[in-house]
């Protein structure tokens, strides 16, 4: 039994194997350059500073030779040659870029709306990715993390929010790296700087969090209270047994008075003294 195969087309689109497949240079584009680097060799002295280039140690150059990537891997640093006539080139940063994703209003799973902003810390890996692979790598990328920040923020609650700052910034870090790695970005870290809350939501949670400090207060001075009755109880239960102890007390009490400087002095006198009924 045979199968039919149906063709799918896909305009406008090649495949990375074709790429790989197909022949770098063909015969008129040999010529051409041949031709060129003829002319080139026998002007030298004159078309030299138009075919050396310099890129710092920090910078890589993808070499585009009539219109097709000259190398997988870009030239760098330092000197390299070119051919002034057909060839072009684009240099590439590799430096960390920072840049601040702009202030944005998000709504939470448990449909609260902050407004939240965030730092975003990259660099390029591939040099000839960024410029074969994407038309503007970085504003693609900043475009990317303002996307990729309100989609993850809108699957977590306030609460998750507040407390789980770290977690956040990571899940969106680890998003953004592996949507920009066919682009040949690395993306570093991303921080959550700020998160503000609707007014109304302030002052509720303002409120709720004084309730709190207030019930906290009333358990701890509750359990003071209980604690002391019990050592009044338990003193009273030591000077039922021995008489003699509120005696002490009484002498304890005149030293107190008599190292302050009081106008006033008190003697008390022992309970037998007075008339029993």
């Not at 689109?13 to 026998?42: E, S």
């Not at 970085?138 to 770290?166: F, H, K, M, V, W």
Request: glycine content about 4%.
């Amino acid at each position: 039994m045979s199968e039919t195969q149906i063709p799918i087309t896909t305009p406008n689109y090649r495949d990375k194997n074709d790429d790989d497949d197909a022949d770098p240079a063909g015969g008129c584009d040999t010529c051409i350059v041949g031709f060129f680097t003829v002319i080139i060799i026998l002007l030298f002295p004159l078309f030299l500073p138009f075919c050396i280039k310099i890129v710092q140690e920090y910078e890589r150059a993808a070499i585009f030779r009539l219109g097709r990537l000259k190398n997988k891997k870009a030239s760098g640093p330092g000197i390299f040659f070119v051919n002034c006539f057909t060839d072009t080139y684009c240099k590439v940063d590799l430096r960390t870029i920072v840049f601040d994703i702009p202030p944005q209003e998000v709504l939470t799973k448990d449909s609260v709306t902050i407004r939240v902003d965030a730092v975003c810390y990259y660099k390029v890996v591939d040099a000839t990715k960024s410029v074969v692979s994407v038309d503007s790598a970085s504003q693609s990328t900043r475009l990317l993390a303002q996307t990729s920040l309100r989609n993850i923020l809108g699957t977590r609650t306030l609460t998750e929010l507040l407390s789980g700052r770290d977690e956040i910034s990571h899940e969106i870090q680890t998003t953004l790296d592996k949507a920009t790695d066919p682009w040949g970005i690395f993306v570093e870290r991303v921080e959550l700087k700020d998160l503000v809350l609707p007014a109304s939501m302030q002052r509720a949670m303002a409120a709720e969090a004084e309730a709190s400090r207030e019930a906290k207060a009333k358990i701890i001075q509750s359990e003071g209270e209980k604690n002391a009755s019990k050592n009044i109880a338990d003193a009273a239960r030591i000077i039922a047994e021995a008489p003699q102890a509120i005696q002490l007390r009484y002498l304890q009490t005149l030293t107190t008075i008599s190292a302050e400087k009081n106008s006033t002095i008190i003697f008390p006198l022992p309970i037998e003294m007075f008339p029993q009924k």
